[in-house]
């Protein structure tokens, strides 16, 4: 029997009065009056979604182009190009069923043939997409059976792949299926979502016109400009100016107290899914010791810092899927502050004070100012159980380039995308250890086969599951990207994940997951430190703003702005 699902388009028609009628109509022209601009601290880069990394690239390129399916903000995955699918008994064939009438912004329609050729182009290394590894993992052939319906053949059945089709299609006959036609389809982007695209200055400004066309309706806004501004004090006063109309997560907490009081402004706060956490290098020296990582556990104060840098704004993390996912593990209880355990843990390690201090360790991080008070307040509290840390802040291309290719031994960073739990095999599962010599690729095939006979074994200390380290002579070509920084390995978790990826059920899947992450904070090899609250600062004007749960932007097409306003 096959599985099938099917959803009724919903159109949302929006109300006369709240139209931008100030600006121009949605046919790529400049508008008359200044568009709905949204302030971004960093710049987008690719936008194109085969190959948009960053988080600022693919929330812009999921206004401008649709996928098979999309994410809602409960986190649930519905239609969008298609209008249902069926799933193979064995769970290894998927076939798609696209809506009819839609078109891509130049006016063609949207066919299977456009599905076929964007997971080609991603599942061919040539293309140079980041994301080939993982679809390759999973996809074994794409085939356009007629116009509306696109079949895909599963290496093996895959739970999390009604997620992995959210990617933006492109057209065919304008996509490129090659690296130069890709740097000049960035140039176009043409897609099907509810923006087109109309025109970019380098890195630091994108400009999007509505779609009237987008089969949910045309959007409230007729353009959308994304403006990157790096400074904070400068965000900030341009929001007070009236220059720009929404900031989200791009102010630091310590501004709420100014914004609130000013009758100008709007906040929108709101619980998310986006995990702020510290990721260890297991690989060697103190950290190697899982009673050292959970001793740097309790010395940290979380709730102190959430109230004193955050204004409360944030939800200390459990694990590593929030209390707003629908995979939370509620009976996993958090790490609690104790600076007598970490004390205690780390003299068990071997680690005894000589002085004042234990051991030292690098601690790097962004130069983003909000970051950098937070890893200083780090850094002074584990320094009170006796681990001294040199804080060292890098601009983020650097900082980035060093933790794929493991030259850290602490380091604090965000993690946006967890809306489906199989990101827990992105971060955690041995197959996605990086090589040195190539920080987008993880062991495999020998360091695979090795990973699986090993049992659960002892460090020298006798901590039970302490991660291993696998000889660099064992790296092969390997099936996907080296998300896996710590270097963690462990048969346990891997079977884990590797079960839960091929599970259906909903409610086993579920308890699969908190399996793993049971484990997971037990060795951990990284400590999920919370979950920062989406906060979006909008002028009073603006209406029908909700924050997502994944801090995603498509909300912006419901957005309006209240009668006889305008930006």
């Known amino acids: 029997m096959k599985r099938s699902r099917a959803f009724r388009s919903h159109v949302l028609l929006p109300a006369a009065s709240i139209l931008f009628s100030t600006c121009a109509s949605s046919d790529g022209r400049a508008p008359t009056a200044r568009a709905f601009t949204i302030l971004l601290e960093s710049a987008p880069y690719e936008i194109d979604p085969r190959v948009a990394i960053t988080s600022h690239g693919l929330k812009i390129s999921q206004l401008i182009f649709c996928g098979l399916t999309r994410i809602d903000e409960k986190l649930n995955v519905i239609p969008d190009l298609a209008e249902r699918w069926e ?47 993982v679809y390759r993992d999973k ?28 990617t933006g299609i492109v057209p065919a006959h304008l996509g490129g299926a090659t690296r130069d036609a890709r740097v000049k389809f ?24 509505a779609n009237p066309h987008h089969h949910t309706g045309p959007p409230n806004l007729s353009h959308l400009s994304f403006r990157v501004v790096r400074n904070e004090v400068t965000r900030y006063l341009e929001l007070v100016k009236g220059d720009a109309d929404l900031v989200q997560n791009a102010l630091s907490p310590l501004y709420l107290p100014l914004i609130t009081s000013n009758p100008a402004l709007h906040v929108e706060s709101a619980p998310s899914i986006i995990l702020t956490y510290m ?49 939370t593990s509620p009976d996993i209880t958090e790490i609690p502050f104790d600076r007598d355990r970490a004390r205690t843990l780390l003299d068990e390690a071997g680690y005894t004070l000589r002085g004042a201090t234990r051991f030292r360790l690098t601690y790097k991080t962004s130069t983003d100012r909000f970051r950098l008070s937070i890893a200083r307040v780090i850094a002074m509290q584990l320094r009170e159980v006796g681990v001294e840390i040199d804080v ?37 599962h041995s197959s ?48 996907a990207d080296g998300s896996n920084r710590a270097g963690y390995l462990s048969a346990e ?72 306003a305008h930006p």
Request: aromatic share 10%; glycine share 6%.
């Open 87 to 133: 799933i193979a008994d064995d769970g290894r064939t998927v076939t798609f069923f696209l809506r009819s009438g839609i078109k891509f912004h130049d006016g063609q329609p949207v066919t299977a043939r456009d599905v076929k050729f964007t997971y080609d182009t991603l599942l061919d290394e040539r293309f140079g997409s980041r994301y080939h590894g």
């Open 392 to 428: 060292r802040p890098y601009e983020f291309g650097t900082f980035f380039a060093d933790i794929r290719k493991g030259a850290f031994e602490i380091a604090s960073m965000q993690w946006p995308e967890f809306d489906e739990p199989d990101a827990l095999h992105m971060l955690f």
């Open 493 to 564: 978790v891997d079977a884990l994940l590797a079960t839960a990826q091929r599970t259906f059920d909903s409610a086993t899947r579920r308890a699969l997951y908190t399996a793993a992450e049971r484990a997971l904070m037990r060795d951990l090899p990284m400590l999920p430190l919370w979950h920062e609250h989406n906060i979006a600062i909008t002028r009073r004007k603006v209406v029908g703003l909700k924050p997502q749960p994944n801090g995603k932007l498509y909300m912006l097409r419901n957005v309006a702005l209240a009668p006889d």
């Open 186 to 209: 960035e140039s176009i982007l043409i897609g099907s979502g509810p923006f087109k695209f109309v025109s970019r200055a380098g890195d630091d400004l994108v400009t999007l016109a």
């Open 139 to 166: 996809i074994r052939s794409v085939d356009a059976l007629d116009d509306h319906t696109v079949r895909f053949r599963l290496h093996h059945a895959q739970a999390p792949f009604l997620a992995d089709v959210t």
């Open 432 to 479: 996605r250890i990086p090589t040195p010599d190539n920080p987008h690729v993880a062991r495999f095939a020998a360091a695979w086969t090795v990973a699986h006979a090993l049992p659960i074994v002892a460090n020298a200390h006798g901590s039970p599951a302490a991660p291993i380290a696998l000889p660099l002579a064992l790296g092969v070509p390997p099936p």
């Open 279 to 327: 990721v260890f290098n297991t690989r060697s020296g103190p950290l190697a010791d899982v009673r050292v990582r959970r001793a740097i556990a309790h010395a940290i104060d979380r709730r102190a810092i959430i109230a004193a840098k955050m204004r409360g704004n944030a939800t200390v993390a459990r694990a590593f899927l929030s209390d707003a996912h629908p995979f």
